[in-house]
């Protein structure tokens, strides 16, 4: 396993995006999609607040977060990262997109990264992801991506893992 932090925090390059460290110049252009245990930040300083727990949590070998920047224009769309289970061998994946930039193909290819980072660099043996039933499109890219429902754990929302033999 080779956990984080690294020396170098790992920045990643696709063909559609990118991921890479979020800074304190991007906190502005991410307030809408900046949530920490589930609460919204609603201010640029709630985000920045939200961010600063992020960075504690990936110092302490917990969490690695990502910003999604769209390569053609470098702009920050999104955000992904591994959130829970690191030290167990495993990582629940995240993610979230600014609404302008959804149904572009941004998302599949930044969790394809991320799936690829986790299995080969982190060395996670298990990868799963948590999505509301309702989010239809979340379950279709994750089932495209190789993950299978695993878990129903609510009325609301299911559990998918990546079924690695099959990826």
Request: charged fraction near 20%; glycine fraction near 8%; charge should be negative.
């Amino acid at each position: 396993m080779n956990l984080p932090p690294y020396d170098t925090f790992p920045n990643i390059s696709g063909g559609k995006t990118s991921l890479r460290q979020i800074l304190s110049a991007d906190i502005a252009d991410v307030v809408e999609i900046s949530f920490y245990d589930a609460i919204q930040a609603k201010t640029v300083e709630e985000a920045a607040g939200m961010q600063e727990k992020i960075n504690k949590d990936y110092y302490d070998g917990n969490t690695i977060h990502w910003g999604i920047v769209e390569n053609a224009t470098n702009k920050l769309v999104g955000t992904c990262g591994y959130y829970r289970g690191l030290n167990q061998g495993e990582g629940e994946l995240g993610c979230i997109l600014l609404a302008q930039f959804r149904r572009h193909g941004f998302m599949a290819d930044a969790l394809q990264l991320a799936i690829d980072f986790g299995l080969h660099n982190i060395g996670l043996k298990r990868i799963w992801a948590i999505t509301t039933k309702q989010n239809h499109k979340a379950v279709k890219l994750l089932e495209r991506l190789g993950f299978m429902k695993v878990a129903d754990l609510s009325d609301d929302e299911a559990e998918y893992a990546l079924i690695t033999n099959s990826y």
